[in-house]
């Protein structure tokens, strides 16, 4: 089966090595025996969504924040709403994750309207927060529950009754610092400000999109067992790492 993995702005998006992502997703399908193909899809372009299987969307600093939120108040914008609600499966973070709530309040500027895919807004907050997090995800499958990263943000995310938080923070200050959420999720569009970059710490997130993407397209999704001592052990060393 081929999967279209494609990385939106990824000359703009891309903050913490977030490119890492795509290449977690490539990597892994093709150990799973698919065919893959990567799709760089620059500013400007108007990507045929209804062939990409997974979109990436990385962080970004406000300077790119309002480079990227006046390219998808164009067209790209609604297509890219349509076709999450037609269930495509995205992987959101950060500054991209801010972009699909309501909107993005920076310190310093215009509130940058977002696609609202998420009901969620964000507000720039006084204090930045940096460091390690692990979150709990009741969303993903067993033994993909545990989820882990590195935040660094300003903003300040909260959530309103539309959407599901990701997880509950258990290190780490999450979404806002306050109400222990983190990320968001809405149909198959998955935000979060886990950085690290977040897939390749945490393998069975990657298999968790790429098993949604394979059902949505083929209406299955086979993926072969894979010796993943090396990066259970990757995963488990981060869970245990200070703040
Ligand atoms: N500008 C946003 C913030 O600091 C996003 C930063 C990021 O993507 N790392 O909140």
Partial sequence: MKLVIG?????????????????????????????????????????????????VLGGGQDKEQVVVCEDLQGPLGGE?????????????????????????????????????????????????????????????????????????????????PGVQPLGTVLKGKGNNGRDATEGAVYKNCFGTYLHGPVLPKNPRLVDHLLARALERRYGSAPLNPLDDRLEVAAHQAAVRLPR
């Avoid at 913490?16 to 400007?44: F, I, K, S, T």
């Avoid at 999450?84 to 909107?103: A, K, M, N, R, T």
């Avoid at 720039?124 to 692990?134: C, Q, S, T, Y």
Wanted: net charge negative; charged share 20%; hydrophobic share 40%.
């Fill in 7 to 55: 990385h939106l702005y990824p000359e703009l998006m891309g903050i913490y090595g977030d490119r890492g992502n795509v290449l977690a997703l490539a990597r892994r399908a093709a150990w799973h025996g698919h065919e893959v193909e990567v799709r760089h899809l620059a500013r400007g372009e108007r990507p045929h969504l209804a062939s990409v299987d997974v979109l």
């Fill in 80 to 160: 890219l709403r349509a076709a999450i609600e037609d269930g495509l499966v995205v992987l959101s973070i950060c500054g991209g994750y801010q972009l699909l709530g309501h909107y993005y309040q920076p310190h310093r500027g215009d509130k940058l309207p977002g696609l609202s895919v998420f009901d969620a807004y964000t507000v720039a907050g006084p204090e930045r927060f940096i460091g390690n997090v692990v979150i709990s995800s009741p969303l993903l499958p067993e033994g993909a529950q545990t989820v882990v990263g590195f935040e660094n943000h300003s903003g300040l995310t909260y959530l309103g």
